[in-house]
T-cell receptor
Framework: ETGVTQSPTHLIKTRGQQVTLRCSSQSGHNTVSWYQQALGQGPQFIFQYYREEENGRGNFPPRFSGLQFPNYSSELNVNALELDDSALYLC?????????????FGPGTRLTVL | SQQGEEDPQALSIQEGENATMNCSYKTSINNLQWYRQNSGRGLVHLILIRSNEREKHSGRLRVTLDTSKKSSSLLITASRAADTASYFCATDAPNTGNQFYFGTGTSLTVIP
């Protein structure tokens, strides 16, 4: 167990709806990264938050947005859901300088868009 | 597109045999890491190798890195049924602040 938790575990939404996923980072970690993993694919980097600021973004549209809170927990928000948003969403926490960039992953949230 | 590509896509071996999987990437890197994922769950960090290192060992794992060829290999010796999982390499590029890019993964099946 990594100490990174995510909620909810599973979620079913319909096209056009909005969703919020949550992640609690491992104690002492101030960086959270979010990934989307489609079935049979590797995780794709969505964005990263460091000390409550976005610190890099992958090739995802603006309807994917996020927040990081003072306790370093984080949210991923997706608006106007599309069928292709169905995936496993993973968050990972890390701390620059500790274990030189190793990321600790949560168990993921499985999102299904109908 | 993703930074890394693993090869082979799928590998099936008998328990006790060695498993080798390869990763190729496209741009210069700070580090390369290998992760394991069981049945669509969270990823587990296995080993990190820095760009100035050529080989690293951890238990039954051996990782090599060839930056001139932009490739890495993961060797699992004396495989066990519990090693059945998907394996991914992940790279981070200079000046990207811990942003990692994953390959497509190798699905390893170890037959008891």
């Amino acid at each position: 167990e990594t100490g990174v938790t995510q909620s909810p575990t599973h979620l079913i939404k319909t096209r056009g709806q909005q969703v919020t996923l949550r992640c609690s980072s491992q104690s002492g970690h101030n960086t959270v990264s979010w990934y989307q993993q489609a079935l049979g694919q590797g995780p794709q980097f969505i964005f990263q938050y460091y000390r409550e600021e976005e610190n890099g973004r992958g090739n995802f549209p603006p309807r994917f947005s996020g927040l990081q809170f003072p306790n370093y927990s984080s949210e991923l928000n997706v608006n106007a859901l599309e069928l292709d948003d169905s995936a496993l969403y993973l968050c990972a926490s890390s701390s620059p300088g500790l274990m030189f960039g190793t990321q600790y992953f949560g168990p993921g949230t499985r999102l299904t868009v109908l | 597109s993703q930074q890394g590509e693993e090869d082979p896509q799928a590998l099936s071996i008998q328990e006790g045999e060695n498993a080798t999987m390869n990763c190729s990437y496209k741009t210069s890197i700070n580090n390369l890491q290998w992760y394991r994922q069981n049945s669509g769950r969270g990823l587990v960090h296995l080993i990190l190798i820095r760009s100035n290192e050529r080989e690293k060992h951890s238990g039954r794992l051996r990782v090599t890195l060839d930056t001139s060829k932009k490739s890495s290999s993961l060797l699992i010796t004396a495989s066990r049924a519990a090693d059945t999982a998907s394996y991914f390499c992940a790279t981070d590029a200079p000046n990207t602040g811990n942003q990692f890019y994953f390959g497509t993964g190798t699905s390893l099946t170890v037959i008891p």
